[in-house]
């Protein structure tokens, strides 16, 4: 398609003559997303076309340019669908529809129309654990006990002695079961009790599913990220879940939630029954399908990707973790060799504070996560970036109170700042949610301004990987090294080292003749020697080299 032709909001500065390099999807030879790097875009925060405070689809389309100007390849969109937004889109009452709210189904047909012209994939988030306490089947479910809605849900008995069925948590705080006055059951809900579970065991529910899995590749989706996918399946017997830790009053509903070993209420074995089904429904190697399995250990994630499950799952430690070098060399050390090609490696999503922060903030914040994003750029599967983490963006600052029922999700998911002004480009309105705006700094155009930026160095290492597919293609061999804060592997003709360390190092490399490609910061310096190269490497920085 021309220029002139795309949507009304396409940004000019960002346009692109390489479109045409991109292969077709009818040439591609291995599944599309080997190689690829992946963009999470946070709807509701991303670009607002309409001017009413809420990002939106033809917000997306708008941005596009500047998505494929940054050098990702699909780009993964937050849940836009109908909702009465008790968890921000993730309580969906319609899952083949467009909340007015984002726009409609004709914007969204747009925008995935002009992504492909740039060679860019879609996916979109489906949230298949539980629905709206507004979906129909649960309005059904609860209004009618004997209808044949009620088994799309999980409902059980007060307990013997009366009280709750079980001793399940939500997530988001207290017990994971809310009683229905008219019919004397429980519901259950993992999440908000407006977020009732749905019960995979009912054959109902796969079926739906499968058509709205459907759905969405008749309009083109290229991938779909599932909500939750480690918590479908429940036990049959609702039985308790081992109590491992002490409950306290003052505990977050997150450290309340992890003083359970959670053996019955989430990562149960037949939820893998329910990936194969769907690798059916989407067939080999065209759609993408891509779990949040929030497996607590590597072998236990490695289940989610093994053949026949899902192709890739979402490996959250490096989304939470704070700074602690010699954990996260570990971690990512025992996650790659468990599941080397099934991990999408992320150090940040809308749902935990932005590794700018969680790494200590300002300058050593942004250091430390560069760094982590060149090893991570390095691992295989598909990594993704979060929306303004290419701007090294540390966690936005609240004006108003909280709109997240956790109040710990608030800061990363402020505007995306484009710009100057109140609210940095993001909406002529005003946004729905009331944060600080970033300086120029901060922002997209300013830091187009400043080779410098965070923003430069996220593209130059996005081509870095393009450039040498050795990166991400060739076997991955750890390189040993005697320090646990610093990590380093060899794939084919290129090395990669982390010097997570606080201090400043020599790496001895096995060979000689290397070159660097990508550094982090500009201070690495190869010392050469026929017999084994030494690279010079700082505190907290990491580089990519490759062999002459
Ligand atoms: C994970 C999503 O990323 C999060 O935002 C949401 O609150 C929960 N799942 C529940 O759907």
Partial sequence: MEQSQRGAAADAS????????????????EPWWRGAVGYEVYVRSFADSDGDGVGDLLGIAGKLDYLEWLGVDVVWITPFYPSPGHDHGYDVSDYCGVSPRHGTLADFDTMVAEAHDRGLRVMVDIVPNHTSIEHPWFVSARCDPSGPDRDRYIWADPAPGGGLPNNWLSHFGGPAWTLDEASGQYWC?????????????????????DSILRWWMERGVDGFRFDVAHGMVKDEQLRDNPQIAPLKDDMHPFEAFAAFEHRHDLDQLSNTEIFERWKRVCGPDQVLLLGEANAPWPDGMARYVAPG???????LRTAIMGWSPELLVQMVRSMHDAAPEGVSWVLSNHDRPRPVTRFGGGEAGLRRSLAMSVLLMALGGTPFIYQGEELGLPDGVLRGGSHDPVEIRDGCRTPMPWGSGACNGFSAGTPWID????????TVAGQRRDPDAPLHRYRSLLAARKQHPDMWRAPLR???SA???????????????ANLSPAGTVFQLDSGGWQIVYQSRDACSIIPAGDGDVLSIPAETAAVLKTL
């Fill in 483 to 497: 320090d646990p804060q610093v990590i380093a592997l060899r794939r084919g003709g290129v090395a990669v080292v």
């Fill in 189 to 209: 809900h993992l999440f908000l009790p407006e977020q009732p579970d749905l019960n995979w065991r009912n054959p109902a529910v796969r079926d739906d599913f």
């Fill in 309 to 315: 499950a899902l192709d890739q799952a979402f490996f």
């Fill in 435 to 442: 944060s600080e705006p970033r300086p120029d700094e901060q």
């Fill in 478 to 480: 750890w390189l040993d």
């Fill in 14 to 29: 960002f346009s692109n003559s390489e479109h045409s390099e991109r292969p077709e999807h009818s040439e591609q030879v």
